[in-house]
């Protein structure tokens, strides 16, 4: 029940929430327009609009140019398994090709002098130079995950800039190469609200959050390498396997 002390708006946000959530408004279905709000709700035309891009701002509604707006379509949910292989970009291509897409990357490098969190993850000091690449992968054509990694430099390939639209060699391969063994890695997820660069990088919709995967490569107690990785929390469900010892 809405106190009588609320914004008006309100009072339209919650009915078309409510209309949304019980189905009464299935996905795909239109929203009623800002003169249609103004005359059902006998509200005035600011508080419709207001109205309006708080549903889309919660991500129930998506707006169309010249159509209105409509109720979201529900996603299906693709799975990233992070525990079958050990290295991010390996798992990937199978996960996105078992939902049915094609992937494919573009990534580019270069030396940059690691940012405080970053130096703080890699142990490293202020001002110490790390080799930093970005990586974007998309399936069919759309952009499903970015990825920013920070690798020692003694660990790179070259000491220039890179880029490329095939997958890059994953870590643990590069670190094999040199004769460094990976003893572990770690992840952290968290969900947070994306960069507005991060929302049109992966064309979210208003109101989409993002899944933020810290990882880390560890060879013995000392880190390599360590990535952020951005998933849209509205396309992907991050599995985890646990081995169990007995």
């Known amino acids: 029940m809405m106190a009588n002390s609320d914004p ?7 009915d078309i929430r409510r209309q949304i959530v019980d189905g009464t408004l299935p996905p795909g279905a239109p929203i009623p327009s800002r003169h249609q709000i103004t005359r059902k709700y ?6 419709a609009r207001h109205a309006l891009r708080v549903l889309a ?3 129930l509604i998506v707006g169309r140019v010249g159509s209105g707006h409509r109720v979201r379509e529900k996603p299906t949910l693709l799975p990233l398994y992070r525990s079958r292989l050990p290295d991010t970009l390996a798992t990937l291509p199978s996960d996105v090709q078992g939902g049915g897409y094609r992937p494919t ?4 490098s270069e030396l940059s002098e690691a940012p405080p969190e970053i130096a703080q993850r890699l142990r490293l000091g202020h001002g110490s130079q790390v080799t930093k690449v970005w990586h974007v992968v998309r399936g069919d054509g759309r952009p ?4 920013t990694s920070y690798e020692l430099v003694e660990f790179s390939q070259g000491h220039g800039p890179d880029e490329g639209t095939a997958e890059r060699r994953s870590v643990l391969e590069r670190m094999a ?5 990976i003893t572990e890695i770690t992840e952290s997820v968290h969900i947070r609200v994306p960069q507005p660069i991060e929302s049109d990088l992966l064309e979210l919709p208003a109101g989409v959050q993002v899944m933020h995967v810290e990882r880390t490569h560890w060879t013995g107690d000392r880190p390599v390498e360590t990535s952020d990785i951005v998933i849209p929390g509205d396309r992907f469900r991050l599995v985890y396997g646990i081995p169990v010892q007995l």
């Open 57 to 59: 701002h919660e991500g």
């Open 144 to 147: 499903i995950q970015l990825a």
């Open 177 to 181: 190469a040199s004769g460094t063994k």
């Open 105 to 108: 990357w573009s990534w580019r």
């Open 42 to 47: 006998s509200v005035g035309e600011t508080a």
């Open 8 to 14: 008006v708006y309100l009072r339209v946000v919650e």
